[in-house]
């Protein structure tokens, strides 16, 4: 707080925010709006942290096809293709050891340096973003993170919150998802999940999350923004864009599953396996499995007296 114009009511209103995103996402662990007072004056964590501004432990997975431009165009996947445009990973450097700061513990440097790393390589400014998932793993860190991704002059991170910069209607939509904070934090999984949000985003495809400014049929060049570290230390920064040769329109995955999965969630059923799997490559989980045998039943002992008797 000493190094920022950033007060606990900016952070608790970052965390609301999210809770409030998260009320539109289907795959959001948690889906409860809250405000910045509830946020306040929520169960605590720590001295400082309430529950609201901190992510839960979640379980999950996330997966991710990579193909080339010639591939792309030879099975016609033009109107589902979205591209890395840039993509940065650093570590702690000295910095980490030398300034002995709370908010480089945070892994603030390192995040600043791939940033800067994937703007070059992009040659894109903060300015060219429209969205943004970044790694809130608590309120804190979502601001923080502002001021390392240049998205403010350093230490006025709280002008974003205060301009409502970072959500729908401003500068960026940052973590329409919800973030970690109510999306979840299933460790591996979440750098990947983040660029799962950001893919429907750039294909028109996240329904209540849609943020209209990067739909393909706005007539605009539109680049998003993943940001995700782990400390101790690494930090990602991936820039995505629709790439020239992209064609909107045609059938995509939302034909062969039935449903839109940008923003529907349903569970996997056989039905949905049969959908999906190679009808050439031979793999023993493709078939059904034999049914399992009948189990005996066993009766349930009722009371103490009949589980010592056993």
């Keep these: 707080m000493k190094n920022t114009e950033a007060t606990w009511d900016h952070i608790a209103a970052i965390a609301a925010k999210n809770h409030k995103h998260s009320v539109n996402n289907p795959y959001s662990q948690f889906r409860n709006d809250m405000t910045t007072d509830q946020v306040l004056k929520d169960q605590k964590i720590s001295d400082l942290l309430t529950r609201g501004m901190c992510c839960p432990t979640s379980n999950g997975g996330a997966a991710a096809v990579l193909a080339s431009e010639a591939f792309v165009k030879k099975h016609s996947l033009q109107n589902q293709a979205i591209e890395i445009l840039s993509q940065a990973v650093t570590t702690d450097d000295t910095m980490l050891y030398d300034k002995r700061s709370q908010i480089e513990l945070t892994g603030s440097n390192m995040s600043r340096r791939a940033a800067q790393q994937a703007f070059k390589e992009a040659s894109l400014t903060p300015s060219d973003i429209s969205v943004i998932e970044l790694h809130d793993c608590f309120a804190p860190n979502e601001l923080l993170v502002y001021d390392a991704l240049g998205l403010c002059k350093p230490g006025e991170a709280s002008k974003i919150v205060d301009?409502?910069?970072?959500?729908?209607?401003?500068?960026?939509?940052?973590?329409?998802?919800?973030?970690?904070?109510?999306?979840?934090?299933?460790?591996?999984?979440?750098?990947?999940?983040?660029?799962?949000?950001?893919?429907?985003?750039?294909?028109?495809?996240?329904?209540?999350?849609?943020?209209?400014?990067?739909?393909?049929?706005?007539?605009?060049?539109?680049?998003?923004?993943?940001?995700?570290?782990?400390?101790?230390?690494?930090?990602?920064?991936?820039?995505?864009?629709?790439?020239?040769?992209?064609?909107?329109?045609?059938?995509?995955?939302?034909?062969?599953?039935?449903?839109?999965?940008?923003?529907?969630?349903?569970?996997?059923?056989?039905?949905?396996?049969?959908?999906?799997?190679?009808?050439?490559?031979?793999?023993?989980?493709?078939?059904?499995?034999?049914?399992?045998?009948?189990?005996?039943?066993v009766k349930a002992p009722l009371n103490n007296q009949a589980v010592a008797k056993l």
């Design 163 to 297: 301009a409502k910069d970072n959500t729908y209607g401003g500068k960026w939509v940052i973590n329409p998802s919800g973030g970690l904070l109510s999306k979840g934090h299933p460790l591996g999984a979440t750098g990947l999940g983040m660029l799962f949000y950001l893919v429907c985003q750039l294909r028109g495809i996240a329904g209540p999350l849609q943020v209209d400014k990067v739909k393909p049929d706005s007539g605009k060049a539109a680049y998003c923004l993943a940001h995700n570290l782990g400390l101790g230390g690494s930090c990602s920064v991936s820039i995505l864009g629709r790439p020239d040769f992209y064609k909107p329109g045609g059938k995509d995955g939302r034909s062969r599953l039935g449903y839109e999965y940008g923003f529907m969630c349903k569970g996997i059923t056989e039905a949905c396996v049969e959908k999906v799997k190679s009808r050439k490559a031979f793999s023993a989980f493709a078939f059904k499995p034999e049914p399992m045998p009948p189990q005996k039943k």
